[in-house]
């Protein structure tokens, strides 16, 4: 079992920035990947971006340039610093984690609003 836990959601203004984080516990060795999603209200829940357990990283193209993914020195605690945030950035935040057998595991949810 893993569990996801987020914080650093809130209001920020166009153009701000954020930095969310994510502690992972649990059985950790079995996680291949993690990162985050995003939805926003009345749309699927999309890709934000990941990282592999060595290091490979992959972003959505709306956030591309935008926003940055990382770990701590341990790999239990996943960041997204979030800059230059848009309106369209507005969605609930999710953590995720993959294990190498195919489970898949979610944090509550955290609330980004970006808004003047």
């Known amino acids: 079992q893993v569990q996801l836990v987020e914080s650093g959601g809130g209001l920020v203004q166009p153009g701000g920035s954020l930095r969310l984080s994510c502690a992972a516990s649990g059985s950790i060795a079995t996680i291949s990947t993690m990162g985050w999603y995003r939805q926003a209200p009345g749309s699927q829940r999309e890709l934000v971006a990941t990282?592999?357990?060595?290091?490979?990283?992959n972003y959505a193209d709306a956030v591309k340039g935008r926003f940055t993914i990382s770990t701590d020195n341990n790999k239990n605690t996943v960041y997204l610093q979030m800059n230059s945030l848009k309106p369209e950035d507005t969605a609930v935040y999710y953590c995720?984690?993959?294990?190498?057998?195919?489970?898949?595991?979610w944090g509550q949810g955290t609330q980004v609003a970006v808004s003047s």
């Open positions: 990282v592999t357990g060595i290091g490979y990283i």
């Open positions: 995720y984690g993959a294990s190498f057998t195919g489970s898949v595991y």
